[in-house]
């Protein structure tokens, strides 16, 4: 069973920089994908990030040039490096993982979840 735990989330004024990391465990190969997601309060999650099955990082218009994603293989471990925050950026990320026969676009469907964490940007 593919289990995803984040880490990293927190509080920090406008300005600030976060990374953010998934912990993956469950899967024994490089068949799967990832990628991060956040959710603002009241509205739906969006995919903000993913790395898809070549490999190749992509992003959402949004946060483009602002955060950077990447996945380091040897520790199964997912990062999102969070950069120039704004109080904007306040969202619950989520981590999240999928075979990659189904898909690794943010336009996905992704079928494993983690718990996710806060990030809180003040002004």
């Known amino acids: 069973q593919v289990q995803l735990v984040e880490s990293g989330g927190g509080s920090v004024q406008t300005g600030g920089t976060l990374r953010l990391s998934c912990a993956a465990s469950g899967y024994p190969d490089n068949s799967y994908c990832m990628g991060w997601f956040r959710q603002h309060p009241g509205e739906e999650r969006e995919a903000i990030s993913t790395?898809?099955?070549?490999?190749?990082?992509t992003y959402a218009d949004a946060v483009k040039g602002r955060f950077t994603i990447s996945l380091d293989n040897s520790k199964n471990t997912l990062y999102l490096q969070m950069n120039s925050l704004k109080p904007e950026h306040t969202a619950v990320y989520y981590c999240?993982?999928?075979?990659?026969?189904?898909?690794?676009?943010?336009?996905?469907?992704?079928?494993?979840w983690g718990q996710g964490t806060q990030v809180t940007v003040s002004s």
């Open positions: 790395i898809n099955s070549d490999d190749i990082p």
């Open positions: 999240a993982a999928n075979r990659k026969i189904w898909g690794c676009t943010l336009s996905a469907l992704y079928n494993y």
